[in-house]
T-cell receptor, first 110, second 113 residues
Framework: GQNIDQPTEMTATEGAIVQINCTYQTSGFNGLFWYQQHAGEAPTFLSYNVLDGLEEKGRFSSFLSRSKGYSYLLLKELQMKDSASYLCAAIKGNDYKLSFGAGTTVTVRA | DVKVTQSSRYLVKRTGEKVFLECVQDMDHENMFWYRQDPGLGLRLIYFSYDVKMKEKGDIPEGYSVSREKKERFSLILESASTNQTSMYLC????????????FGDGTRLSIL
């Protein structure tokens, strides 16, 4: 596997910013995905990074450093509906398989 | 929008039964996947199929088999259900290519008694 590591839980206040870190093994690395999963629902695709740098999509941004084996998902202007689990997943070479982290549960409080 | 439909949201079966979980996608995706999701372990790949009648073992295939007779349908089979197969099962599909996102169904929560 890719040994994907991410924090288990994070709590933040409505309107604040939260950064979810993810580390992975760099050997054969060929791209990193972030998914959002609300309780009892399907994971939904948020972002994909394969090159170094920051990709911004509205309130959500994702960053990748290939040399450091590191990514983060940045959630800005937090809303209550952002309370969910966020899954980091890496793909290796031309493999079909994604390796997932255990997920980070983000709780947004009023 | 891609639609991945799993046949049941909740299922209760008994130890030793043969269990079928069905998944259908409507976007003509070549690749399909079956995962199980357990607390603290994340999503673990059971089997995947890169095209019709093709199948490959994932990370935890023991006790499972799959069938892909048609492009839109990917079935997961528990040959003889055991209590340690109680879990949330998620199906996904995608177009070929490492940069293509997987699209997930809503999951089947399976309990084996």
């Amino acid at each position: 596997g890719q040994n994907i590591d991410q924090p288990t839980e994070m709590t933040a206040t409505e309107g604040a910013i939260v950064q979810i870190n993810c580390t992975y093994q760099t050997s054969g690395f060929n791209g990193l995905f972030w998914y959002q999963q609300h309780a009892g629902e399907a994971p939904t695709f948020l972002s994909y990074n394969v090159l170094d740098g920051l990709e911004e999509k509205g309130r959500f941004s994702s960053f990748l450093s290939r040399s450091k084996g590191y990514s983060y998902l940045l959630l800005k202007e937090l809303q209550m509906k952002d309370s969910a689990s966020y899954l980091c997943a890496a793909i290796k070479g031309n493999d079909y398989k994604l390796s997932f982290g255990a997920g980070t549960t983000v709780t947004v409080r009023a | 929008d891609v639609k991945v439909t799993q046949s049941s949201r909740y299922l209760v079966k008994r130890t030793g039964e043969k269990v079928f979980l069905e998944c259908v996608q409507d976007m003509d995706h070549e690749n399909m996947f079956w995962y199980r999701q357990d607390p603290g372990l994340g999503l673990r790949l059971i089997y995947f199929s890169y095209d019709v009648k093709m199948k490959e073992k994932g990370d935890i295939p023991e006790g499972y088999s799959v069938s892909r007779e048609k492009k839109e349908r990917f079935s997961l089979i528990l040959e003889s259900a055991s209590t340690n197969q109680t879990s949330m099962y998620l199906c996904a599909s995608r177009l070929p290519g490492s940069n293509q996102p997987q699209h997930f169904g809503d999951g089947t929560r399976l309990s084996i008694l």
